[in-house]
């Protein structure tokens, strides 16, 4: 076996898709300069908190009426998004610091469509390249939720499900 597992600290790189910047079709591979141009919030989202993944899919009974046992079938497949965002204040002032804040003014309005491409693969500075593999969920944000009270104070964005796609291949120019 040639392949290795890889430690998931410091290798999730996320990029931020909202407004004109959204994909009209998440199933078409994303190319390279979108995912570039996009804002890249890894470093504004807690590790401990962070969800973006398919979750169980629905479940239905759907026996045939001869059998006297239940029997189930898959449905709906769902998925989650759970974003601790850091929220940023000026070291000087104490000030809420909105430039420091994009990816939480981007997020903050309930009702905001967006969609976020997840890379789990390697080191989250590194730039998208061609061949790189990625996640893409599109969500609606509900309201932001206050920080728990440890750590720094954040923000949690929890993703309403719209759509998502895995193991897509970010495609050239």
């Known amino acids: 076996m040639a392949g290795v597992k890889t430690a998931a600290n410091g290798k999730i790189k996320i990029a931020l898709l909202v407004g004109a910047d959204l ?23 807690a590790f401990n908190g962070f969800v973006a993944g398919f979750t169980a899919s629905d479940t239905m009974s759907d026996p045939a009426v001869c059998e006297a046992t239940n029997s189930q079938t898959r449905g709906a497949s769902n998925f989650q998004v759970s974003l601790p965002i850091f929220w940023y204040i000026d070291a000087t002032t104490g000030a809420y610091a909105a430039l420091d804040n994009d990816a939480y003014e981007a997020l903050k309005k309930a009702g905001t469509v967006a969609a976020i491409a997840v890379r789990r693969h390697k080191d989250a500075k590194l730039a998208w390249v061609s061949g790189d593999i990625y996640d893409i969920f599109l969500f609606e944000t509900d309201e932001p939720q206050s920080s728990d009270g440890q750590g720094y104070v954040k923000k949690l964005i929890n993703g309403l499900p719209r759509s998502a796609r895995q193991d897509l291949v970010v495609a050239g120019a």
């Open 23 to 45: 994909p009209s079709d998440i199933e078409t591979p994303l190319a390279v300069a979108k995912l570039t141009a996009a804002p890249d919030i890894s470093c504004n989202v």
